[in-house]
């Protein structure tokens, strides 16, 4: 399955997303974001599911991120 690499404004987002995502039952890891990308704070999600229905979870949760790459 595809992974999304959402891209996160502090570690501290990233472990509450992943949290989160994970009590909804998503799978969802927290990575370094690789150096190719290099947006935000050093740290990103990685999620299998589709990119903007995660989105919209975290959004709605005011979970802020930077942005989205395709894995």
Do not use: Q
């Not at 370094?32 to 299998?48: H, M, Q």
């Amino acid at each position: 399955m595809k992974k999304t690499m959402i891209t996160m404004s502090s570690i501290t987002y990233a472990m509450k997303a992943k949290e989160y995502l994970n009590s909804l039952g998503y799978w969802c890891e927290v990575e370094r974001t690789r150096k190719n990308i290099g947006s935000g704070c050093g740290y990103s999600i990685v999620v299998r599911d589709d990119p903007d229905l995660i989105t919209l979870k975290l959004e709605r949760k005011h979970i802020p991120y930077k942005g989205i790459y395709s894995l």
